[in-house]
């Protein structure tokens, strides 16, 4: 499956961006989706993911809950991150990846996600 994510932009500190991750090339409904984060000089972080087959399955960095929303629209191949009440430290580049196998004790984990899209940068002004 290949994976093109965008919808980043600069925004103000307050603001909401949402981020889509589009599939092509696989039965996308299949695979559980994450999206992670890399500020400059940080490691790549788990920001949310979402499991396959809408099983339901949600979960989300505690940096990102109560703000951040993902979703899935099996139809489209594509899964969002809506993104609310933005904060500088938000700034980063934003990742979505996939991956048909992944267990849910390994869904905070970069390593366990076979595929990933560019990337989309998020900019949070103050």
Same mark, same amino acid.
């Given at each position: 499956?290949?994976?093109?994510?965008?919808?980043? %932009?600069?925004?103000?500190? /307050? #603001?909401?961006?949402?981020?889509? =991750?589009?599939?092509? %090339?696989?039965? @996308?409904?299949?695979?559980?989706? #994450?999206?992670?984060?890399?500020?400059?000089?940080?490691?790549?972080?788990?920001?949310?993911?979402?499991?396959?087959?809408?099983?339901?399955? &949600?979960?989300?960095?505690?940096?990102?809950? #109560?703000? @951040?929303? &993902?979703?899935?629209?099996?139809?489209?191949?594509?899964?969002?991150?809506?993104?609310?009440?933005?904060?500088?430290?938000?700034?980063?580049?934003?990742? =979505?990846?996939?991956?048909?196998?992944?267990?849910?004790?390994?869904?905070?984990?970069?390593?366990?996600?076979?595929?990933? /899209?560019? /990337?989309?940068?998020?900019?949070?002004?103050?």
């Amino acid at each position: 499956v290949q994976l093109q994510a965008f919808g980043g %932009g600069a925004v103000q500190a /307050g #603001g909401s961006l949402r981020l889509s =991750c589009a599939a092509s %090339g696989g039965t @996308f409904s299949g695979y559980t989706v #994450g999206w992670f984060r890399q500020a400059p000089g940080k490691e790549r972080e788990f920001v949310a993911c979402i499991f396959r087959w809408n099983s339901g399955r &949600i979960y989300y960095a505690d940096s990102a809950k #109560g703000r @951040f929303t &993902i979703s899935r629209d099996n139809a489209k191949d594509t899964v969002y991150l809506q993104m609310t009440s933005l904060k500088p430290d938000d700034t980063a580049v934003y990742y =979505c990846a996939a991956d048909r196998s992944l267990i849910s004790s390994s869904k905070y984990d970069p390593r366990q996600y076979d595929y990933w /899209g560019q /990337g989309t940068q998020v900019t949070v002004s103050s």
